[in-house]
């Protein structure tokens, strides 16, 4: 019977603590949660020391402790859930409440050439890849509408006057309204802020190879080598490509180098086993003349070492393969503030990969370039 009291006057005495301990706590930090008690150990601890001693109860007034236990506690913020306005918003890609002192849109239309050509120079296919990328630095939540060359459209409108193009795995941003698109071509769309990429495009096209290599390697004896290489620039006059760099593979074992050319500088780079020309400015319709000259110390094995190919990379500014065109760019906004679009045009070098064709005395003809920094196997 004693026991019994004992124990249940032990558990009245712990629930007791507990109560006091929970109406002390919340006095001092307003909510008692994890964080809350995570926050102020130190005041926990003070607390705890004032309220038990030795296991009994001693001060468990919160006004009392008050008067000498002074340190204020964190206090938890109870913040109403809120959810970004990103998310909730019907335009979920733009922030409300964008401001800009000077509001421009800068529009970058980039295409890359692929081109599969055999070894007798015939091109076997061809198409372009290309994408509109936007730079929008705009205030409000404007809405922009852009218009291309696009020959389903005039075919539309009954214009067909002029170069048109026609694209196919068009791909959108989000942004865009694909039923506007669907029903009368239009790209209308509130951009996102920043950078960002509107659509991607492939358009299936005879292209002939922008710049024409010619290369002739010719082996002594396994005693030296000797390399001519004519680049040739096949686009129309008014366009220069910046930053041409034609790779030619050599000899694993080639040393001694020797390079002449009639345009830009050529290096040898043994690591990876090639010759890089580099012409900073290639104007269209010119050609280009490098020579090397190799010492081969050793007796190599060609049919291990493999066939690989020359490889081109370039970019031409205004220019594009294709001949699509920003025909206009509309922007609306409700304040009707004046906004300047700036459209520029880039043809790069695509994955291109062009067949060769070794005979017995080692000169070869072949015609291809590749995007940057990537490679062929043969």
């Known amino acids: 019977m004693w026991t019994w009291r004992r124990s249940t006057t032990s558990c009245l005495y712990s629930c007791s603590m507990k109560r006091k301990g929970f109406s002390v706590f919340t006095e001092y930090f307003k909510e008692l949660e994890e964080e809350s008690i995570q926050d102020n150990f130190v005041v926990v601890y003070e607390l705890l020391d004032e309220l038990m001693d030795f296991g009994f109860p001693q001060t468990t007034d919160s006004k009392i402790l008050q008067e000498y236990i002074t340190q204020q506690g964190t206090k938890l913020e109870v913040a109403k859930s809120k959810v970004p306005t990103t998310v909730t918003n019907a335009v979920s890609w733009r922030s409300e409440g964008i401001k800009y002192k000077k509001n421009e849109v800068f529009i970058d239309v980039i295409e890359s050439i692929n081109v599969l050509v055999n070894a007798n120079g015939n091109v076997m296919s061809s198409d372009i890849v290309g994408s509109i990328k936007l730079k929008t630095m705009l205030s409000g939540m404007p809405e922009l509408r852009l218009g291309l060359n696009d020959r389903v459209l005039f075919a539309l409108t009954g214009r067909d006057k002029g170069k048109t193009v026609v694209m196919e795995d068009v791909k959108f941003h989000q942004c865009v309204r694909l039923s506007r698109f669907e029903s009368d071509r239009t790209i209308s769309f509130i951009p996102p802020d920043g950078e960002s990429e509107l659509m991607s495009y492939r358009i299936n096209t005879h292209v002939k190879p922008l710049i024409w290599i010619e290369s002739v390697i010719e082996k002594f004896s396994h005693s030296r080598v000797e390399i001519m290489v004519k680049a040739k620039g096949q686009f129309k006059k008014q366009s220069v490509a910046n930053n041409v760099e034609v790779r030619v593979p050599v000899p694993s074992d080639a040393d001694s180098p020797k390079f002449k050319t009639s345009t830009g500088t050529a290096k040898y780079v043994p690591e990876k086993n090639m010759v890089v020309w580099t012409i900073k400015s290639f104007p269209g319709g010119k050609e280009f003349l490098m020579r090397a000259h190799f010492g081969l110390p050793s007796v190599e094995n060609n049919e291990l070492e493999g ?12 220019f594009t393969v294709s001949g699509i065109q920003v025909r206009y760019m509309k922007i609306i906004e409700k ?25 017995m005395t080692y000169c070869f003809r072949n015609v291809f370039y590749l995007s940057k920094g990537s490679d062929v196997e043969m």
């Open 307 to 318: 066939k690989p190919p020359i490889t081109v990379k370039f970019e031409i500014p205004y």
């Open 335 to 359: 304040s009707g503030y004046q906004a300047l679009p700036w459209v520029r045009y880039i043809t790069q070098s695509g994955g291109t990969l062009i067949r060769l064709q070794y005979n």
